[in-house]
């Protein structure tokens, strides 16, 4: 901020009498020039004293709302439970206390059941508050009832016995272990290349066994959360034995449970928290009761074997690329919808995309489809399969390589 300057001195004209009539002329309009001259400073200076005294005001505005802000008290959050002629019934989080309470004409508008407000001292409803702004809500992938069965699952037939009984045996027959005197394994971890079907296991066992299926991904926890991760973990535990029976997703474990490198940048100790909570969390899992925890990575060699300890996951399930006969079963599922032609064979089909996983099957079902509809058709025939692997194949032949510009 520029501080004004002294003012310039007065210019002043001393005309000799004694001198001629051009020397007078020659002065006064030397005199003129200085005039001029002062009058572009002193101008000069009144911007910077404008500019500065606009700094000052703006400085004044933010420190009488700095101070009002300091000077308002803190509002309460709650639920607003009922809407009623007398008032608005709200629910105030952490002691969970009912009020009856006034809003303002404007906000009872807008105002829904189930929203969250703010209350102040009074409990009056003061503001409607954001749901996004639950940073809970943002990190976790939250299904009452997700609508995955086992056989919208081709493929893995040995690995749906595999997490059935160790993940749905205990949550539905929890007796049968105790009486046995074993423990259930805590978790379960699923490994292998993407797009394999690891998601639709975990939603699977979720749907059977009438399960909220809450689901974390560890990659989100340490890129958007940064500072947050343990708190998070902690919060997905606790909102699981809310919701029990619950089963617990936590995808790509490998961000948060990667083997500990020498680096000892601030990063990694926010990553070591992430997993000292998630290792403590299910170390103290037997209190649980009914919550099971899945997760999923597709760089298994990656983890650290902390993770792997008995109690912790114990059981390790391998999700591979599925073979001819799975390539068959995905194909048939993922086209059971649609119109197909007589010549679709799936069979040839499943021998031309040995590699593929189950999610590029699935998108080259649907490109299939795509075909038929540039094609204004309503049956999808063999040669729009053909197109969608040549498409699918040329996409991956540029993938990763620049874009050509004609
Ligand atoms: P990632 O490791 O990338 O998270 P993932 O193994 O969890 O992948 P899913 O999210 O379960 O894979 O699968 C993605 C989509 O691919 C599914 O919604 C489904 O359409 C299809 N898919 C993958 N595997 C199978 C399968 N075995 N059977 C049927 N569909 C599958």
Same mark, same amino acid.
């Given at each position: 901020?520029?501080?004004?300057?002294?003012?310039?001195?007065?210019?002043?004209?001393?005309?000799?009498?004694?001198? &001629?009539?051009? @020397?007078?002329?020659?002065? /006064?309009? %030397?005199?003129?020039?200085? =005039?001029? #001259?002062?009058?572009?400073? $002193?101008?000069?200076?009144?911007? &910077?004293?404008? @500019?500065?005294?606009?700094? /000052?005001? %703006?400085?004044?505005?933010? =420190?009488? #709302?700095?101070?009002?802000? $300091?000077?308002?008290?803190?509002?309460?959050?709650?639920?607003?439970?009922?809407?009623?002629?007398?008032?608005?019934?709200?629910?105030?989080?952490?002691?969970?206390?009912?009020?009856?309470?006034?809003?303002?004409?404007?906000?009872?508008?807008?105002?829904?059941?189930?929203?969250?407000?703010?209350?102040?001292?009074?409990?009056?409803?003061?503001?409607?508050?954001?749901?996004?702004?639950?940073?809970?809500?943002?990190?976790?992938?939250?299904?009452?009832?997700?609508?995955?069965?086992?056989?919208?699952?081709?493929?893995?037939?040995?690995?749906?016995?595999?997490?059935?009984?160790?993940?749905?045996?205990?949550?539905?027959?929890?007796?049968?272990?105790?009486?046995?005197?074993?423990?259930?394994?805590?978790?379960?971890?699923?490994?292998?290349?993407?797009?394999?079907?690891?998601?639709?296991?975990?939603?699977?066992?979720?749907?059977?066994?009438?399960?909220?299926?809450?689901?974390?991904?560890?990659?989100?926890?340490?890129?958007?959360?940064?500072?947050?991760?343990?708190?998070?973990?902690?919060?997905?535990?606790?909102?699981?034995?809310?919701?029990?029976?619950?089963?617990?997703?936590?995808?790509?474990?490998?961000?948060?449970?990667?083997?500990?490198?020498?680096?000892?940048?601030?990063?990694?100790?926010?990553?070591?928290?992430?997993?000292?909570?998630?290792?403590?969390?299910?170390?103290?899992?037997?209190?649980?009761?009914?919550?099971?925890?899945?997760?999923?990575?597709?760089?298994?060699?990656?983890?650290?074997?902390?993770?792997?300890?008995?109690?912790?996951?114990?059981?390790?399930?391998?999700?591979?690329?599925?073979?001819?006969?799975?390539?068959?079963?995905?194909?048939?599922?993922?086209?059971?919808?649609?119109?197909?032609?007589?010549?679709?064979?799936?069979?040839?089909?499943?021998?031309?995309?040995?590699?593929?996983?189950?999610?590029?099957?699935?998108?080259?079902?649907?490109?299939?489809?795509?075909?038929?509809?540039?094609?204004?058709?309503?049956?999808?025939?063999?040669?729009?399969?053909?197109?969608?692997?040549?498409?699918?194949?040329?996409?991956?032949?540029?993938?990763?390589?620049?874009?050509?510009?004609?």
């Amino acid at each position: 901020m520029s501080r004004s300057s002294s003012l310039p001195e007065r210019p002043r004209l001393d005309l000799d009498p004694e001198m &001629s009539q051009d @020397e007078q002329l020659e002065a /006064l309009q %030397e005199h003129y020039r200085e =005039l001029v #001259r002062v009058q572009n400073k $002193l101008e000069e200076q009144l911007g &910077s004293a404008e @500019e500065r005294r606009t700094d /000052l005001t %703006e400085q004044v505005d933010r =420190l009488e #709302r700095e101070n009002d802000t $300091l000077k308002s008290s803190s509002l309460y959050v709650a639920t607003a439970e009922e809407i009623t002629d007398d008032g608005i019934v709200v629910k105030q989080h952490g002691n969970n206390q009912e009020v009856l309470t006034e809003v303002s004409p404007t906000l009872r508008e807008d105002l829904e059941s189930g929203d969250r407000v703010a209350i102040n001292d009074s409990f009056a409803i003061q503001t409607i508050l954001d749901p996004e702004t639950d940073a809970r809500a943002q990190a976790m992938e939250i299904d009452a009832s997700p609508d995955v069965d086992y056989d919208d699952i081709g493929g893995l037939e040995d690995q749906i016995l595999e997490v059935r009984e160790a993940v749905e045996e205990p949550l539905v027959n929890a007796q049968q272990f105790e009486d046995v005197g074993i423990e259930p394994p805590s978790g379960v971890l699923l490994h292998g290349p993407p797009g394999t079907g690891k998601t639709m296991l975990a939603k699977a066992v979720a749907n059977q066994t009438d399960a909220t299926f809450i689901k974390m991904a560890g990659s989100e926890l340490v890129r958007k959360f940064i500072g947050e991760g343990a708190r998070l973990v902690r919060d997905l535990f606790e909102l699981a034995s809310e919701r029990e029976p619950a089963v617990i997703f936590i995808d790509e474990i490998d961000a948060i449970a990667a083997k500990r490198t020498d680096s000892k940048t601030s990063g990694d100790a926010e990553v070591q928290r992430t997993m000292m909570q998630l290792l403590s969390e299910m170390d103290g899992f037997e209190e649980r009761g009914e919550i099971r925890i899945i997760a999923a990575t597709n760089r298994f060699d990656m983890l650290d074997r902390a993770i792997l300890r008995p109690g912790r996951f114990d059981r390790l399930i391998e999700v591979p690329n599925p073979d001819w006969d799975g390539r068959e079963r995905i194909l048939e599922i993922h086209t059971e919808e649609m119109d197909l032609a007589d010549d679709v064979d799936m069979a040839t089909l499943a021998t031309e995309t040995e590699g593929f996983s189950g999610a590029e099957l699935a998108s080259l079902a649907t490109e299939a489809g795509m075909f038929a509809i540039r094609d204004q058709r309503t049956t999808v025939e063999m040669a729009d399969f053909e197109s969608a692997l040549q498409k699918v194949s040329e996409d991956e032949d540029t993938a990763g390589q620049p874009i050509a510009f004609a």
